[in-house]
């Protein structure tokens, strides 16, 4: 296995901000998404695209993201039936609540997003495989 894997712990905003840039056009499916309610925790298995890896590299490397202090989630426009249905994550962002509390919200191209209700933020993504040829590099378009 390669040993350039991410590990990257988050307990604020500011490390928010860096898992969401690393997860920034990762793809996984609704059934890979799994809320604990009695361990208080949310799981999503994504295959995330390597931007640490630079321009002339693209790949892609299965990752896990877990959130934990989580007191609800609630999901808008992600059918839970279409297990089987692909979802691309496009930003991770905070919205406080009362210290240290908050909601973080995933947001998933197509409009969908999981809003994530925490006492604090306690968020853990790490790389599981070895990297893989990407088929291409991810693009974005105004509008």
């Known amino acids: 296995m390669a040993t350039d894997l991410l590990r990257l712990l988050g307990q604020d905003a500011t490390d928010l901000t860096v898992i969401?840039?690393?997860?920034?056009?990762?793809?996984?499916?609704?059934?890979?998404?799994?809320?604990?309610?009695k361990a208080r925790r949310l799981t999503l298995a994504l295959n995330r695209y390597r931007w640490e890896a630079g321009a002339r590299t693209t790949?892609?490397?299965r990752c896990g993201l877990q959130i934990g202090?989580?007191?609800?989630?609630?999901?808008?426009?992600?059918?839970?039936d279409a297990r089987k249905a692909v979802?691309?994550?496009?930003?991770?962002?905070?919205?406080?609540?009362?210290?240290?509390?908050?909601?973080?919200?995933?947001?998933?191209?197509g409009g969908g997003d999981l809003r994530v209700s925490v006492e604090c933020?306690?968020?853990?993504?790490?790389?599981?495989?070895?990297?893989?040829?990407?088929?291409?590099r991810p693009s974005h378009t105004e509008g």
Do not use: H, M
């Open 20 to 37: 969401s840039t690393a997860l920034q056009d990762a793809i996984g499916k609704i059934g890979d998404i799994s809320y604990e309610a």
């Open 69 to 80: 202090a989580v007191t609800a989630v609630r999901e808008r426009n992600l059918r839970q």
């Open 121 to 136: 933020i306690d968020i853990a993504l790490a790389d599981v495989s070895s990297p893989w040829p990407a088929s291409q």
């Open 87 to 109: 979802v691309e994550l496009l930003a991770i962002t905070f919205e406080p609540g009362e210290a240290p509390g908050g909601d973080i919200v995933l947001a998933f191209s």
């Open 59 to 61: 790949e892609r490397v």
